[in-house]
């Protein structure tokens, strides 16, 4: 098991404190330690449990159903794919298979370098103008190959 990082752990109290009154606290608890931490170190699970009065197994339970959460610091950039219908109607799968090529990861890998992070999602609610990425907080649409290969340039420059 890792070092419990105690910034970490001051951080989930304070998430739990303010959420755990709430009927269903455990979403939005989990979306706002992502939210601070980028990722849901699996170290902090017991805690939220416990703040929560419940068991761990019921905490990892939600977090390994939703693809949402991640267990894993995630790269500088995390880049989101919709694998949704309407998107492959699109030809999402060229561009899915081209971002897997370009970065050298599969779905849930960071790039050696720690720039990127790919990630699957079943809808980014852009259907309109698939297929759609999200890279970071900012939506993309009508994604080709070649799109993509821009778009990730342009933010390696950002780095």
Same mark, same amino acid.
């Given at each position: 098991?890792?070092?419990?990082d105690? @910034?970490?752990l ?6 739990? !404190? !303010?959420?755990?009154?709430?009927? *269903?606290?455990? #979403?939005?608890?989990?979306?706002a330690?992502?939210?601070?931490l *980028?990722?849901i170190?699996?170290e902090?699970? +017991?805690r939220? @449990?416990? +703040?929560?009065?419940?068991?761990? @197994? ?5 977090i ?17 794919? $919709?694998?949704?219908?309407a $998107?492959?109607?699109?030809q +999402? ?7 897997k090529?370009c #970065?050298?990861?599969d779905?849930?890998g960071?790039?050696?370098? *720690?720039?990127f992070?790919?990630e @699957?999602?079943? $809808?980014?609610?852009? $259907?309109?103008? +698939?297929?759609?990425?999200m ?5 993309? *649409?009508?994604?080709t190959p070649?799109?993509?290969?821009? #778009?990730l ?7």
């Amino acid at each position: 098991m890792a070092e419990i990082d105690t @910034a970490w752990l001051t951080a989930v109290d304070r998430i739990v !404190a !303010a959420h755990a009154d709430q009927p *269903g606290a455990l #979403l939005p608890i989990l979306h706002a330690v992502q939210k601070e931490l *980028g990722f849901i170190p699996p170290e902090v699970v +017991g805690r939220i @449990a416990e +703040g929560l009065n419940l068991s761990r @197994a019921d905490v990892h339970g939600v977090i390994s159903f939703y693809h949402y959460f991640r267990t894993h610091r995630p790269g500088k950039h995390v880049v989101q794919l $919709c694998r949704a219908e309407a $998107c492959q109607a699109w030809q +999402g799968q060229a561009t899915e298979a081209h971002a897997k090529q370009c #970065l050298g990861v599969d779905y849930h890998g960071t790039t050696a370098d *720690g720039d990127f992070t790919l990630e @699957a999602v079943y $809808c980014l609610g852009n $259907c309109a103008a +698939g297929p759609s990425a999200m890279i970071d907080d900012k939506l993309y *649409g009508r994604v080709t190959p070649e799109r993509l290969e821009q #778009l990730l340039a342009q933010h390696r420059r950002q780095s």
